[in-house]
């Protein structure tokens, strides 16, 4: 009789512990809120803001897109707490079908809809606080969020003053990506069947955090997908990528971009592509030698304290 396959027990209330979470940024020495908004097109999303405690008003303005399949109020916490920390006021929202936002879970139908809904947000933050309106502006993305934050940028080019991009989705990895025939299948089968889970992939939790024990305290959160890919989603991030990857050289606006040497979920040779073919004037690129897909959580916390380093010393030459 073989073992029963489990899943990690749920001992945390958040990924530091279960300290309340005003306690928590409290003591971190931030202060935080969060709402629900319904965008144009009717959908309810969920928010959340990250805010120096005694800085008003804040050096400057990050919002921030998350990847596929993760949510912005579990470990994605981590780096707008650091960055309020430090003077920066962080905005995000959990994409359709992401966390607590409406959407069938992990289901991206149109992504250009995604970006219209983030760029909505953004605007919404900007005009509710005068205060906000010339302080700069970043974006945030990491994987699937740093394609967003291109896409939004190439919408309104000079609406941002930079963007950090972390493991950016620009191209999905060949060590990832279905080989031939199985995206012409898929595309095929999505036409029929958008939201049925059938893709077959690797866990990409395993593939991205590095450390067993942050593994486990990301396995907890409670609303990651853990679910097989769904069709519509593949078909979509493949067509997104593909157009992102065309247009490289479009990129304008100032940016770091960040990517592990072993990263086996996006490809660090496509983030350098990046580097090499957009044509801002201000642009920075830097491999994280032996690093995986989850710079700022799954590493050792020395590495994570490198790239948080990278991202800080960035924003502080331009703010």
Same mark, same amino acid.
């Given at each position: 009789?073989?073992?029963?396959?489990?899943?990690?027990?749920?001992?945390?209330?958040?990924?530091?512990?279960?300290?309340?979470?005003?306690?928590?940024?409290?003591?971190?020495?931030?202060?935080?809120?969060?709402?629900?908004?319904?965008?144009?097109?009717?959908?309810?999303?969920?928010?959340?803001?990250?805010?120096?405690?005694?800085?008003?008003?804040?050096?400057a303005l990050i919002f921030m897109v998350h990847g596929y399949?993760?949510?912005?109020?579990?470990? @994605? &916490?981590?780096? $707008?707490? #650091? *960055?309020?920390?430090?003077?920066?006021?962080?905005?995000?929202?959990? =994409?359709?079908?992401?966390?607590?936002?409406?959407?069938?879970?992990?289901?991206?139908?149109?992504?250009?809809?995604?970006?219209?809904?983030?760029?909505?947000?953004?605007?919404?933050?900007?005009?509710?606080?005068?205060? @906000? &309106?010339?302080? $700069?502006? #970043? *974006?945030?993305?990491?994987?699937?969020?740093?394609?967003?934050?291109? =896409?939004?940028?190439?919408?309104?080019?000079?609406?941002?003053?930079?963007?950090?991009?972390?493991?950016?989705?620009?191209?999905?990895?060949?060590?990832?990506?279905?080989?031939?025939?199985?995206?012409?299948?898929?595309? @095929?089968?999505?036409?029929?069947?958008?939201?049925?889970?059938?893709v077959p992939t690797a866990d990409l939790l395993d593939k991205s955090v590095k450390v067993?024990?942050?593994?486990?305290?990301?396995?907890?959160?409670?609303?990651?997908?853990?679910?097989?890919?769904?069709?519509?989603?593949?078909?979509?991030?493949?067509?997104?990528?593909?157009?992102?990857?065309?247009?490289?050289?479009?990129?304008?606006?100032?940016?770091?971009?960040?990517?592990?040497?072993?990263?086996?979920?996006?490809?660090?040779?496509?983030?350098?592509?990046?580097?090499?073919?957009?044509?801002?004037?201000?642009?920075?690129?830097?491999?994280?030698?032996?690093?995986?897909?989850?710079?700022?959580?799954?590493?050792?916390?020395?590495?994570?304290?490198?790239?948080?380093?990278?991202?800080?010393?960035?924003?502080?030459?331009?703010?």
């Amino acid at each position: 009789m073989g073992e029963e396959q489990t899943q990690p027990l749920q001992t945390h209330l958040h990924y530091w512990g279960n300290t309340p979470e005003q306690d928590y940024y409290t003591q971190q020495n931030i202060k935080s809120t969060k709402s629900f908004y319904t965008s144009p097109r009717g959908l309810t999303l969920f928010t959340r803001s990250w805010l120096p405690l005694t800085l008003t008003p804040p050096r400057a303005l990050i919002f921030m897109v998350h990847g596929y399949g993760n949510n912005i109020s579990w470990t @994605f &916490q981590a780096t $707008p707490i #650091f *960055l309020a920390q430090h003077g920066f006021a962080c905005f995000a929202l959990d =994409l359709e079908g992401h966390g607590q936002s409406q959407g069938l879970k992990a289901y991206v139908p149109k992504v250009d809809l995604v970006v219209e809904d983030c760029l909505s947000f953004f605007n919404l933050v900007l005009t509710q606080n005068p205060q @906000f &309106q010339n302080l $700069p502006k #970043f *974006l945030f993305g990491e994987s699937m969020g740093g394609a967003i934050c291109l =896409l939004i940028h190439f919408k309104n080019p000079s609406l941002f003053n930079g963007a950090i991009l972390i493991a950016p989705m620009c191209r999905i990895s060949d060590k990832v990506r279905p080989g031939w025939p199985i995206p012409e299948v898929l595309t @095929f089968l999505a036409k029929f069947a958008p939201t049925l889970p059938i893709v077959p992939t690797a866990d990409l939790l395993d593939k991205s955090v590095k450390v067993p024990e942050k593994k486990i305290i990301a396995g907890m959160n409670p609303m990651r997908y853990r679910g097989k890919p769904r069709l519509g989603t593949v078909v979509e991030l493949l067509r997104v990528t593909d157009y992102v990857s065309s247009r490289l050289c479009d990129v304008s606006l100032p940016f770091i971009v960040l990517h592990g040497s072993d990263d086996v979920v996006t490809d660090p040779e496509v983030s350098r592509e990046l580097y090499e073919l957009a044509k801002s004037e201000d642009k920075s690129f830097k491999i994280c030698d032996g690093m995986l897909h989850s710079l700022l959580f799954g590493e050792t916390d020395e590495n994570v304290e490198s790239v948080r380093g990278h991202i800080l010393a960035w924003l502080n030459e331009r703010c």
